[in-house]
C-alpha cells in the first residue's frame, strides 16, 4: 500500500525532518481491531503542522499524517463493524501517536468509528473531515448557550479556512446573521454566497484591544486564537457564547476576566479528538441535515495523495481555501 511517511529525524545524527510518499507492507500497520481500506482523507490544519514539521504534531516516527479518514471496513474483531461498512474517523491521536488517514489502508480501535451516515459518501465525508465535524461541535455548543438567530449577529473568525467556511455554510442554512473575519479580502464572494451577510477584515480583530468593548456578537466561532479571540469575547454580548477551537494567530489568550463576570460571556471550548461518541454521532447527524450539499462542494478541492506534501506549507501560509480532500488512491 501507499502512504505518507514522515520521519522526524535526528539532529544528533545529521538527518532532517522529511515526509515521502512511500510504499509499506499491511503487516506494517499498528495494532487495532478494525482494517479500512481508506477511500478518501483530507488535509487539515495540523495535518500540515505535521507534514512540514511545522510544529512538534508527530510523536512517534516514522508516523502516517492524517487525523480523518473514510472508507471501508475490510476486516473487523468487534462485532459493532463488519466487512463492507463505511466508516468515518476523526481524531483520537491519528497522524500524532497512531498511523493516520493519509495511507491506502489503516487499522484502528473499533471504539475511535463513527459508522457514515447514508447521507453522505465517503468523499463527502472528508469534504467534511475534522474541520466541518469540529465547525459542528462550535454550532452545538452556540446552541447550548442559547444563542439563537433571533439572538443577533454571530462572528466566524478565520473564515475563508476549513473550519470557518463550514461554520458559515451551517449557520446560514440554520437562519443566524453571519459576520466572516478573513485577512483575505479576495475571498469575500466566496464567503458570501456560502451565507454570510457581511466579511470583515481580520486586521479589525487581529491587535491588541480594550478589556472590554462595545456589544456586538450575540456568538462567534472562533479557530484563530490569541489577540483575535481576546477581542471577540471583549465584544460579545450579555451572556453571549464564543465557541473556541483553534489557534492560527497563537495559543495565547491576552484578555481579562471583565467580559466573563461583568457580561456573563461562555468561552466555550471545543475539542474534536476525544469527544465522547455520542456527541461525535450527534455532529454527524445534524451535519447530514443542517449542511447544505452544493455548499460543501463549492469549498472543496480534490487532490492526490502525494499532492498533500506540497499543499501542505500552501495551508499554513493561508494560501488554501476551504476544505482540501485527499483521494489516496489517485495517481499522482
Not at 489503516?106 to 465517503?122: G, H, I, N, Q, S
Not at 447530514?288 to 498533500?308: G, K, R, W, Y
Request: aromatic fraction near 6%; hydrophobic fraction near 45%.
Amino acid at each position: 500500500m501507499q502512504a505518507l511517511l514522515v520521519h522526524k529525524g535526528d539532529k544528533e545524527h545529521g538527518t532532517e525532518y522529511r515526509t515521502e510518499l512511500s510504499d509499506v507492507a499491511e503487516t506494517d500497520l499498528p495494532e487495532g481491531s478494525v482494517t479500512i481500506a481508506v477511500e478518501y482523507s483530507t488535509l487539515n490544519y495540523k495535518d500540515s503542522l505535521a507534514i512540514t514539521g511545522a510544529s512538534p504534531v508527530v510523536r512517534k516516527s516514522p508516523m502516517v499524517p492524517g487525523i480523518d479518514f473514510a472508507g471501508t471496513v475490510e476486516t473487523s474483531d468487534d462485532e459493532r463493524y463488519s466487512a463492507g461498512d463505511k466508516v468515518v474517523l476523526n481524531g483520537w491521536g491519528l497522524g500524532e501517536t497512531h498511523w493516520g488517514g493519509l495511507a491506502q489502508k489503516a487499522r484502528v480501535r473499533a471504539d475511535w468509528l463513527v459508522a457514515l451516515p447514508e447521507a453522505f459518501t465517503t468523499q463527502q465525508a472528508m469534504a467534511i473531515g475534522t474541520a466541518g465535524y469540529t465547525a459542528m461541535l462550535c454550532v452545538l455548543a452556540l446552541e447550548r448557550g442559547a444563542v439563537t438567530p433571533a439572538s443577533g449577529e454571530v462572528l466566524v473568525t478565520g473564515a475563508a479556512g476549513g473550519v470557518g467556511s463550514v461554520a458559515v455554510a451551517i449557520l446560514s442554512k440554520l437562519g443566524y446573521t453571519v459576520v466572516a473575519s478573513t485577512g483575505r479580502a479576495e475571498e469575500t464572494d466566496y464567503l458570501t454566497a456560502l451565507g454570510a451577510s457581511s466579511v470583515i477584515d481580520r486586521a479589525e480583530l487581529s491587535e491588541p484591544g480594550r478589556p472590554l468593548a462595545k456589544e456586538r456578537w450575540a456568538g462567534a466561532v472562533d479557530a484563530v486564537g490569541s489577540h483575535t479571540l481576546a477581542n471577540v469575547c471583549a465584544a460579545t454580548k450579555y451572556r453571549g457564547t464564543v465557541a473556541a477551537c483553534g489557534l492560527a494567530q497563537g495559543m495565547d489568550l491576552p484578555t481579562t476576566v471583565m467580559p466573563f463576570i461583568l457580561r456573563g460571556v461562555t468561552l466555550a471550548g471545543v475539542d474534536s479528538v476525544y469527544c465522547p461518541l455520542e456527541l461525535r454521532q450527534e455532529a454527524w447527524s445534524r451535519l447530514a441535515s443542517d449542511l447544505n450539499a452544493e455548499a460543501l462542494a463549492s469549498m472543496t478541492t480534490l487532490i492526490p495523495l502525494a499532492a498533500a506534501i506540497t499543499t501542505a506549507p500552501e495551508q499554513l501560509a493561508g494560501r488554501v481555501r476551504g476544505r482540501v480532500v485527499v483521494d489516496v488512491n489517485a495517481g499522482q
